[in-house]
């Protein structure tokens, strides 16, 4: 089954307007991390939030779970031109040993 | 500020040869992983290591596929006769523990299967 899709596929914003991001996921999970991806580069680790938690903050992020309908929201504040990137959501399967599931992603462009 | 490595950044070989894609996982590091990405598509998990064995492996990870961690910093993916459909990116990954751990994931190496 499919785990940790995003949408919108591709999001293109102005520098300085808010991004929103969102996730679906299937099974019951350990936690959801969100990762950033710079063109042709490695994975980015942004944030984890666990299970029981319901928001979490780090600097312009934020990220959302609700458990109960089985999905997470990345928002990035004010954003820049350095944070064009493709942001994909990951879970961590409840049961499994941390290896994590990947969506296909969200292509992120901010113009300046 | 320690970091996953990989190595070759970029491999290319013919069909049917055997490859072994190198990564220095962070040295306090437990749990280690390998990941490949199809130009396009998602991030697929292939398998996890933890104290000198698998401890999970996706359908993709079968016989062609191994892991080794040969002494106490390498840690190895080898696939012993690669075919056209291995050409993605290979990422490797280290975490200090495994349910609930931030993953560090190394730049990837680019395998092109000719």
């Known amino acids: 089954s499919q785990q940790g899709e995003e949408d919108p596929q591709a999001l293109s914003i102005q520098e300085g307007e808010n991004a929103t991001m969102n996730c679906s996921y299937k099974?019951?999970?350990?936690?959801l991390q969100w990762y950033r991806q710079n063109s042709g580069r490695g994975l980015v680790h942004l944030i984890l939030?666990?299970?029981?938690?319901r928001e979490k903050h780090s600097g312009r992020l934020r990220v959302t779970l609700d458990t109960s309908k089985k999905s997470s929201s990345l928002l990035i504040t004010a954003s820049r031109a350095a944070d064009t990137a493709s942001y994909f959501c990951?879970?961590?399967?409840?049961?499994?040993?941390?290896?994590?599931?990947f969506g296909k992603g969200t292509k992120l462009s901010v113009k300046p | 500020e320690p970091e996953v490595t990989q190595t070759p950044s970029h491999q290319v070989t013919q069909m049917g040869q055997e490859v072994i894609l190198r990564c220095v996982p962070i040295?306090?590091?437990?749990?280690f992983y390998w990941y490949r990405q199809i130009l396009g598509q998602k991030v697929e998990f292939l398998v996890s290591?933890?104290?000198?064995?698998?401890?999970?492996k996706s359908e993709i990870f079968d016989d062609q596929f191994s892991v080794e961690r040969p002494d106490g910093s390498n840690f190895t993916l080898k696939i012993r006769s690669t075919k056209l459909e291995d050409s993605a990116m290979y990422f490797c990954?280290?975490?200090?523990?495994?349910?609930?751990?931030?993953?560090?994931f190394g730049p990837g190496t680019r395998l092109t299967v000719l």
């Open positions: 990954a280290s975490s200090p523990r495994g349910r609930n751990g931030e993953q560090f």
């Open positions: 939030i666990r299970s029981n938690e």
């Open positions: 040295s306090n590091h437990l749990y």
């Open positions: 990951a879970t961590d399967a409840w049961g499994s040993q941390g290896n994590l599931i």
């Open positions: 290591f933890y104290n000198n064995e698998i401890s999970e």
């Open positions: 099974t019951s999970i350990n936690n």
